[in-house]
């Protein structure tokens, strides 16, 4: 059953039988014109007719089939008695252009009540546009027409489009088709500068690893929209839980400098909820923002590193003279090389292996992969696996140089070799466990590594991440 459709024929009869009783004038000669392969193989005996209504071509030619005696497959043939060939293109021109203003209401979604575009129709026989019912099954699953379970996909993409009901859109309102066209594409672009969506919700780096359980309807909108329109790109920050200033933000609850993720597998469930793969692509500040249906998006800039000439020379710079004494270490690291900084962060990572430090668990280095030789990636790995507090880990996203983010490495190491020796190590190293979730409980949740599938959203509680950071009299100034 299709209620558009059966709607539009009541609309059709009723108009018609209107006219057919107001016109009684403008008569008409119609000659059927039968398609003789049709006709061979239906096996039917059918001579063609003729008749004289009245009315116009349109009025006539439902007349003519409404009294049984037109072919389906034939064609009509009109013939104007003298003098009514103005008369009758002027009645015709009238009955069409209130026939498409009867029948345009019909054809309108009763989701976002504009025109249908590419329009799905349910099983309970009530017909949308493909996105609005993709939005509506971000919700709910029943038909907000009736109420009743509509048993699609998220998405509704594998469904069939209703194409009577697409050609009977296209060859009444064409031109309304192409405004409906145009402002749809509006839609799916974000006014003025703000062009790309923002998740705030956990911290992410370059040519890392990121994977969220998505199961909050405006975020699966911001997910689809980003699939749909081939970017698969959407903006990370984590929260800016200490609130501190953030440029020119001021006071806001996500930090300021964010990294573009690109999402690369996804599994969408029954109910809707997703997990996707993501991967850091670049750095980026949040310049402006907005809303856009009940989620952020923002206008932001490009962070890139300094050149490499930039780098050498702050090299020579920091390298020349004579090495500190033992006993400053700080300055014995800034006086270190950038590949001997690297290097010491490789062997801190070869002793942690041997010692079994938890975090370095096969798991993680599965899902991470090795420590890289890159000094611009290895910081992003370091602090991936290392569970540290996230607002330590955040200094490396606005660091613009490889190598002062290679001596923020290095100090954290200092670090936890000073409270290994201390005694106090492992008092300030949250397990793993706390590594996995850093989200808000109604947004999305960022799984773990090595987590299976989820079954529900994770209890809030264990979304709180561990605020564990260095030791205080260790503090950076």
Not at 100 to 127: F, N, R, W
Request: net charge negative; aromatic share 8%; with cysteine.
């Amino acid at each position: 059953m299709d209620v558009t459709l059966n709607k539009l024929l009541d609309v059709v009869r009723s108009y018609m039988e209107s006219y057919q009783c107001e016109t009684s004038d403008a008569p008409l000669m119609l000659d059927e014109r039968l398609h003789w392969k049709n006709i061979i193989d239906s096996s039917m005996d059918v001579m063609p007719r003729s008749r004289v209504l009245n009315g116009g071509r349109l009025v006539a030619t439902y007349t003519f089939a409404d009294m049984g005696e037109l072919n389906y497959h034939s064609e009509v043939a009109y013939t104007p008695l003298p003098k009514q060939a103005d008369s009758i293109e002027a009645l015709d021109v009238a009955v069409f252009a209130h026939l498409k203003e009867a029948i345009k209401v019909e054809l309108e979604c009763q989701v976002c009540y504009s025109l249908m575009l590419d329009p799905l129709t349910t099983s309970c026989g009530h017909t949308f546009c493909r996105k609005c019912v993709a939005r509506v099954l971000d919700h709910s699953n029943l038909c907000p027409a009736c109420r009743r379970v509509i048993p699609l996909l998220p998405g509704a993409q594998a469904e069939p489009s209703n194409k009577t009901t697409s050609q009977l859109i296209s060859g009444l309102c064409p031109d309304l088709l192409q405004l409906r066209i145009a402002a749809a594409k509006e839609e799916d672009m974000v006014d003025g500068n703000m062009n790309v969506a923002l998740f705030p919700c956990t911290l992410a780096y370059p040519e890392m690893p990121t994977f969220l359980h998505i199961f909050e309807p405006r975020y699966r909108l911001m997910v689809r929209r980003a699939i749909e329109t081939g970017g698969r790109k959407f903006g990370m920050m984590m929260y800016n839980r200490r609130g501190r200033p953030q440029g020119a933000l001021g006071q806001s609850h996500f930090v300021q400098y964010g990294t573009l993720l690109h999402i690369q597998n996804i599994e969408i469930f029954p109910d809707g909820r997703s997990l996707i793969e993501t991967k850091g692509v670049s750095r980026f500040t949040v310049l402006e923002t907005a809303m856009r249906d009940g989620y952020m998006v923002g206008r932001v800039q490009r962070v890139d590193d300094v050149p490499l000439s930039e780098e050498e020379a702050m090299e020579a710079r920091e390298t020349a003279g004579p090495e500190p004494p033992s006993n400053d270490t700080l300055g014995r690291l800034n006086h270190m090389s950038t590949q001997r900084l690297l290097q010491f962060g490789l062997d801190f990572i070869i002793r942690a292996q041997a010692a079994s430090e938890p975090w370095l668990a096969e798991r993680f280095i599965s899902v991470y992969g090795p420590p890289p030789s890159d000094p611009a990636i290895f910081p992003y790995w370091f602090a991936s696996v290392l569970p540290i507090s996230e607002d330590e880990k955040y200094q490396l996203l606005p660091t613009t140089s490889v190598r002062e983010r290679l001596k923020i490495t290095a100090r954290w190491i200092t670090r936890l070799e000073a409270a290994r020796c201390g005694g106090n190590f492992r008092r300030w190293m949250p397990p793993p466990e706390f590594l996995e979730t850093d989200s808000e409980p109604d947004m999305a949740e960022e799984t773990s590594p090595s987590a299976s599938q989820p079954e529900s959203p994770a209890d809030p509680a264990s979304n709180e991440t561990t605020e564990d950071a260095l030791p205080e009299a260790e503090q950076p100034n």
